[in-house]
């Protein structure tokens, strides 16, 4: 569990230097449109800059004011004055040598997140936060261990998918050929259904072929399983695609693993997910944390196998990450592999998810919280980021 990492601290130097100081002013992905229309007309300027100035920070990649070319050179510096392109600091980028970049992320409240980006096969995908926290409680995760704090907004959420896509240009050894920013997984800290009218207008604007271009095909989001959201999004029109965190073949075991399952119920989360797959022709994925000793018994492969037969489904297995402090375990092969060959025996789709990352803790919220308690530490015991 302890070996040197490829990652970036203060003894390596980052691919991109981060200006330290004091925090920002208020991100300008966050000034809801009218209100930026708004302050423009009291400086005598046209409704149209509000999308020339998203324009400018979503599609055209410009990081200051004062390089917004199209702006005329008084209001650059008006806005400079009462805004930032990006609210949010790097407080850590860590790297791994698959090419997944994990930035943690500061807030203009002080509070921290975490994003992810995933370079892979030849494509990019980010993987965002939307809450600080998370309410949900599941018992082997990081993100949850001291609740959810709040949500985060649209603009928080949009700046987290400009600076990974920003990372792919810095990162890449050639320019010309950075990967492009393609799929979105909502999948790191929050539960992103709790936080679902944010993060709907985010993705709308990201979308856009203003904005950074990601199509709703290319956008996951990953949700505990709350039925009454799950409609909620099918009813939306959009096509994402949705992941059910399940976890567990039987209420029984699940309410122990996910605690939010004792008010929904297996029944009302798979029937919520059914109407998801009739209203949106989307395939569901069911994402499956394999315990070891726990939710990986023979028994559960059958139940599991029997709960998804015949449904248009497809099973992520996800062996757990070590979270420190956290009494589970990695699955044994053989359980895997007994998992794995019983679900493609009763014809369900099955994949185990590649571990990427995970010398950098790239498992949601694990890193965030190494990097608080060595913030919160005094200076002369600062541990280093080490897995
Ligand atoms: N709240 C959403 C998003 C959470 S993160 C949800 O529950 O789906 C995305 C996935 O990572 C979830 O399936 C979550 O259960 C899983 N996860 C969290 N911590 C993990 C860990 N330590 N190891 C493996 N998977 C983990």
Sequence with gaps: MSATLPILDSDSTPPVAYAPGPLAK??????????LRAWLGERGQPPMRVNQIRR?????????????SDLPKQLRAELAEAFSVLSMRVEKHLFAKDDTHKLVLRLN????????????????????????????????????????????????????????????DATSTNPDRALRLTNVVVMGMGEPLANLESLLEALAIAGDKNGLGIGARHVTISTVGLPAKIRKLAESGKQY????????????????IVPTNDKTGLDAILASADEFYEKTGRQVTYEYVVLGGLNDLPQHAKQLAGLLVGRKAHVNLIPWNDVEGLPYNRPQDADLQYLIDTLRKSGVSVKVRKRKGSEIDAACGQLRRKVEMSVAAPAASLPTVEV
Aim: net charge negative; glycine share 8%.
């Design 26 to 35: 208020p991100g300008i992905l966050d000034v809801p449109a009218d209100t």
């Design 56 to 68: 400018q920070v979503l599609a055209s990649r410009t990081t200051t004011f004062e390089a917004m």
């Design 241 to 256: 695609s949705l992941a059910v965190s399940l976890h567990a073949p039987n209420d029984e075991l699940r309410t122990r």
């Design 109 to 168: 409240d002080d509070r921290m997140i975490e994003a992810v980006l995933i370079q892979d096969d030849g494509r990019a995908t980010a993987c965002i936060s939307t809450q600080v926290g998370c309410g949900m409680g599941c018992v082997f995760c990081a993100s949850g261990l001291n609740g959810v704090v709040r949500n985060l907004t649209t603009g928080e959420m949009l700046e987290q998918l400009v600076m990974l896509r920003n990372l792919t």
